[in-house]
């Protein structure tokens, strides 16, 4: 019993130095190096997805930094986003893309990321997330209603709407055809149904002068789009497509611009691009760093504590050990945390 109980005292002694000598930091949401750290899983989060409209940052819930065995430090951040009106196809960066208003349904995704920090340099390590349309009864009354991405009536408004971009907007001998839907909804207009449509397009290897018999080109030579519709299933009241530029090879910022590198190898935030539902992020873990992720939307301790401590009866048992100093614990700073919202 009495080894027992020293084999006890040791473990909370080694797990009161190990607290001390690796805290877990809480720093300000706002602080400037916590929003680079969120700005930076921001955009590759953005990065890997291959559906749908790119998210901007919202807003920091909270934020823990934690010492690495190598001299650099982990980042444990939860954070909020809205998803914007730029497509994921489109090169604009998301600082310069429009979040798309409440009036038209906003989604907002809750994110749990692990980013490391080593030589100064930020990088993501897991990450996990959520998202969800607003809720019907948060949408304003006479605004833009979703409905499923497989409404007969809202993709013929597609259909027809492609039609005439092929027809008579396009400039260019090219034709082009649907590659996925990525936004429906319907509008009350003087008692019929208008129909609101977003989808990406891509080049197909037909010009306007070709059968229907049209192949889309494989990437990266087939350009792409995304069009915004609007109109009824009979009648196309407007459409406008933009075409963006071939994609382009990440470049690592440490070869100063002089050639391509593939991204890092993190599993990537997958989509729900299913007909009855709208893009919505879904959880992704990375085994390795699961116990960084918190597992529900309320924060947990991601570092070991000490164990409980042995009954009393046990701890009477000990040999007298002399006192052994602990550095002195910090000063308990108040953390600023949510921090400011960005948007709304």
Same mark, same amino acid.
């Given at each position: ?9 040791? #473990? ?9 000598? =690796? ?6 949401? /706002? ?10 899983? !921001?955009?590759?989060?953005? =990065? @890997? ?33 809205? &998803? ?12 310069? +893309?429009?979040?798309?208003? %409440? @009036?038209?349904?906003? $989604?907002?995704?809750?994110?749990? $990321? ?8 930020? =990088? ?9 349309? &607003?809720?019907? &009864?948060?949408? +304003?009354?006479? +605004?833009? @209603? ?9 993709? !013929? ?5 492609? #039609? ?16 996925? $839907?990525? %936004? ?6 003087? #008692?019929?149904? !208008?129909?609101?449509? &977003? ?10 002068? /070709? ?58 935030? @997958?989509?729900?691009? #299913? ?32 164990? %409980? !401590? ?35």
């Amino acid at each position: 019993m009495r080894a027992v109980g020293i084999a006890v005292f040791l #473990g909370l002694l080694a797990g009161a130095w190990s607290q001390v000598a =690796s805290p877990v930091l809480r720093p300000d949401c /706002d602080a400037l190096e916590v929003e680079e750290a969120a700005l930076v899983a !921001q955009d590759y989060m953005n =990065s @890997q997805l291959t559906h749908g409209y790119k998210y901007a940052l919202n807003q920091i819930d909270e934020v823990k930094t934690i010492p690495r065995p190598d001299g650099g430090e982990n980042y444990v951040v939860e954070m909020d986003l809205l &998803e914007t009106k730029c497509h994921v196809l489109d090169p604009t960066p998301v600082a310069n +893309c429009t979040v798309r208003p %409440r @009036q038209e349904t906003k $989604v907002e995704a809750d994110c749990d $990321v692990v980013l490391s920090k080593v030589g100064g340099v930020l =990088s993501v390590v897991a990450y996990k997330c959520k998202s969800e349309p &607003e809720s019907a &009864e948060d949408v +304003c009354l006479g +605004c833009p @209603q979703l409905v499923p991405l497989n409404d007969t009536s809202a993709l !013929q408004l597609v259909d027809a709407s492609l #039609g005439r971009f092929n027809r008579v907007l396009d400039n260019d001998t090219a034709r082009f055809a649907l590659l996925e $839907v990525d %936004r429906l909804a319907t509008k009350p207009l003087a #008692g019929t149904p !208008q129909y609101l449509a &977003e989808y990406a397009i891509i080049e197909t290897n037909c010009t306007n002068d /070709d059968d229907d018999n049209c192949v889309p080109l494989a990437s990266p030579v087939a350009r792409k789009g995304f069009c915004v519709a609007a109109g009824t299933p009979a009648f196309t009241a407007a459409v406008d497509c933009a075409l963006f530029t071939n994609e382009v090879a990440p470049v690592d910022p440490t070869l100063n611009g002089t050639g391509p590198v593939a991204p890092p190898v993190v599993p990537k935030l @997958q989509t729900t691009h #299913g007909l009855k539902h709208h893009h919505r992020l879904s959880s992704v873990n990375v085994p390795a760093a699961t116990g960084l992720l918190s597992e529900s939307e309320e924060s947990q301790e991601v570092v070991p504590v000490v164990k %409980r !401590q042995a009954p009393m009866d046990t701890l009477l048992e000990l040999p007298v050990v002399p006192a052994v100093p602990l550095p002195p614990a910090a000063a308990p700073v108040l953390q600023l945390c949510p921090g400011r919202k960005r948007h709304f």
